[in-house]
């Protein structure tokens, strides 16, 4: 079976709701700024350039909002392994 015939198992479909909630709280959690570039660079494929010019701060600010949200996604779903990085990098 190939990785584009993969069919998830319910209890696989479940887990992947679940880890997809907890990111969404936590995101929803990060500080408002934080949260603007963070979406703006993983959700809507914006450069960093680009986030910075629209939001009128360095790319260095950028880079160092990417990061905080970045290390509390790691943080809060440690446990979650490779299915956080799918479900991440996915969007």
Do not use: W
Request: proline share 3%; aromatic share 8%.
């Amino acid at each position: 079976m190939s990785v584009a015939d993969y069919q998830p198992s319910p209890a696989e479909m479940v887990q992947f709701d679940e880890l997809q909630r907890k990111i969404e709280q936590t995101i929803e959690q990060l500080p408002s700024q934080c949260k603007r570039v963070f979406l703006l660079s993983r959700f809507e494929n914006r450069k960093y350039q680009e986030i910075a010019d629209e939001l009128q701060i360095s790319i260095k600010t950028v880079e160092t909002h990417i990061s905080k949200a970045l290390s509390t996604l790691r943080l809060v779903l440690k446990d979650e392994g490779l299915l956080f990085l799918i479900v991440l990098f996915s969007c």
